[in-house]
């Protein structure tokens, strides 16, 4: 039997990612929440999944460490996807890449030309590309979690970050003043495993593609 590796990262990703492997038939013995294991085996004695950091997904897959796995298409532009084979949006953990500022703030007159905006983020290819293509002049702020504060004390006049329902804009007093892009979670294949374990790929991405048909068609 081919061995094969799956990463996925914890949360929303892994709880929305339970039901496609199931149609191909794959069932992890052990929930990561509740588990500190990193390798966490599966119903089928050859397939085993490695639960990793969300913007480790890419990497381990393109090193050929993971076979396949889940990643947010943030964190995909991020990575940049070199060595990885895109074949899926998988429609799951959707959200919107925004630019959201405090409430009140002119973000039209620091838009201006001749202003510098401060922007804090953890995707800072995303926001120069977006702010580059307006012409906008930014000073980005790199920051590794709850960018939502930075506007608050001072440390940015914007930020960029993923919304999905609003809540913690709205809890923050910030607004969502532009929409980037719309995210999504892919399907990342390695590109030799799909060549040397087709027979064993294939058939998951089958299953996978068939339940977002079917979730599409409903
Ligand atoms: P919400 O309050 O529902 O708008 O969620 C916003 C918070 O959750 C922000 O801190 C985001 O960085 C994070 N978030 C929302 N959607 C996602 C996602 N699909 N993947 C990772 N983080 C997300």
């Given at each position: ?32 929440e509740q588990?500190?294991?990193l ?12 639960i ?51 409430e ?29 293509n ?23 006049d ?35 495993a ?25």
């Amino acid at each position: 039997m081919t061995e094969l590796t799956i990463a996925l990262s914890k949360g929303r990703i892994f709880e929305e990612t339970l039901p496609l492997l199931a149609s191909a038939g794959i069932v992890p013995q052990e929930n990561p929440e509740q588990s500190r294991k990193l390798i966490i085996g599966t119903n089928r004695p050859h397939i085993r999944l490695i639960i990793v950091r969300a913007s480790d997904v890419p990497t381990y897959v393109q090193y050929g460490a993971a076979d396949f796995g889940i990643a947010g298409k943030d964190v995909l532009i991020e990575h940049g996807g070199q060595g990885l084979y895109q074949p899926l949006d998988l429609n799951i953990a959707r959200c919107r890449m925004m630019v959201a500022v405090r409430e009140g703030f002119d973000y039209a007159a620091a838009t201006q030309p001749g202003c510098r905006l401060r922007v804090a983020t953890k995707y800072p290819d995303i926001a120069a590309e977006h702010f580059a293509n307006k012409g906008v002049h930014v000073d980005l702020i790199k920051l590794y979690g709850s960018m939502e504060l930075a506007p608050l004390v001072g440390l940015s006049d914007a930020i960029v970050d993923l919304v999905s329902t609003g809540n913690t804009l709205k809890a923050n007093h910030l607004q969502a003043v532009e929409h980037i892009a719309d995210i999504s979670s892919r399907l990342v294949v390695n590109k030799a495993a799909l060549k040397l374990k087709y027979a064993a790929i294939q058939p998951i991405i089958d299953a996978f593609a068939a339940v977002i048909e079917a979730d599409e068609a409903a």
